[in-house]
């Protein structure tokens, strides 16, 4: 066996499970999101999954439509703002009675960092046994691409337009993964598709640790028609954003961090923001600012993984 045949082979050793989605979605053409949601139930399993979902670009695809289903999971429909207290029922009526279940609860970044924010925080304070995974695609591109607190600076959306008056969104991006993190949950971690690896390991792990507390994984997921990209670059940009450090990959364990992919030498933020129409209209200047919000929060992240006990 080769050395390419062999590296590749080490991502199908990850799955347990058949694909238990159908194989045609609703989800766009080129999304992340589809790709994203098979993986998770090839490395997890379908036998004790139990998945949760909010409305969403997701719902169809966990709810289904109509009287029909497009997975042959155990699934479980709620509300943006009752997310993680659902996942909370689940979870303990599954342990009182003596099921091993793993509870994932699947969401967007609006209802994550956002609507269902307080629910997420309190499980997680409460050490609430059950797996949390937000999709971040920066904005709530189900309902008309609309800005969200993980929307960056500068960022073109419907409610953060570029015109006369406006270049953008105007404040930073909320950093949720480092706020779980610092609940000092038994596992946080980031996670995208171009990295599937690193994704499985975390997944595996995640799946471990729900039984100490909550795991939240983070995962990085462009959206090809709310962001202006064309659908065969999705996994580009998310490779892109990992070169960048526009959205490193680690880990944290009880409040302890460690990277787990480090980037030696960084691309410039604007190979990646290049890629995107949200970003076209920057000025170098604001792309210089862009660039210093990216330096500041991955040498803060470096800081905190040189902490020791």
Not at 40 to 49: E, H, Q, S, Y
Not at 227 to 234: H, R, Y
Not at 270 to 280: D, H, P, Q, V
Request: aromatic residues 10%.
């Amino acid at each position: 066996m080769t050395d390419k045949k062999r590296k590749l082979s080490k991502i199908f050793d990850y799955f347990c499970d058949e694909d238990p989605f159908a194989g045609g979605l609703s989800c766009c053409s080129g999304c992340p999101l589809e790709l994203t949601l098979r993986f998770i139930a090839k490395v997890l399993g379908r036998k004790d999954m139990v998945i949760t979902g909010t409305p969403s670009c997701s719902n169809p695809v966990v709810m289904g439509q109509n009287v029909g289903a497009w997975h042959t999971l155990t699934a479980y429909g709620t509300l943006l703002t009752s997310a993680a207290a659902n996942a909370t029922g689940l979870s303990r009526y599954y342990r009182k009675s003596g099921q091993d279940a793993t509870v994932v609860c699947f969401n967007g970044d609006g209802c994550a960092a956002d609507i269902g924010f307080q629910t997420l925080s309190g499980a997680a304070e409460r050490s609430e046994h059950f797996i949390y995974i937000c999709y971040d695609n920066e904005g709530y591109m189900n309902t008309g691409v609309q800005r969200s607190s993980t929307t960056p600076i500068g960022a073109k959306t419907s409610t953060t337009p570029v015109g006369a008056m406006r270049r953008g969104k105007s404040t930073r991006r909320k950093n949720l993964p480092l706020l779980m993190a610092m609940h000092r949950i038994p596992f946080a971690a980031t996670a995208t598709l171009s990295h599937l690896e690193d994704f499985a390991k975390k997944l595996l792990k995640a799946k471990e640790k729900k039984n100490e507390g909550l795991a939240y994984i983070h995962v990085f997921c462009p959206c090809p028609t709310g962001w202006g990209v064309p659908t065969n670059l999705s996994i580009e940009l998310c490779r892109s954003a990992v070169r960048t450090n526009y959205f490193p990959l680690w880990e944290a364990e009880e409040g302890m961090f460690r990277l787990t992919h480090e980037v030696k030498k960084p691309k410039p933020i604007s190979e990646y923001t290049k890629l995107i129409n949200k970003f076209s209209h920057l000025r170098e200047d604001e792309l210089e600012q862009i660039q210093e919000e990216v330096n500041f929060e991955y040498d803060f992240l470096h800081y905190l993984t040189e902490y020791r006990k």
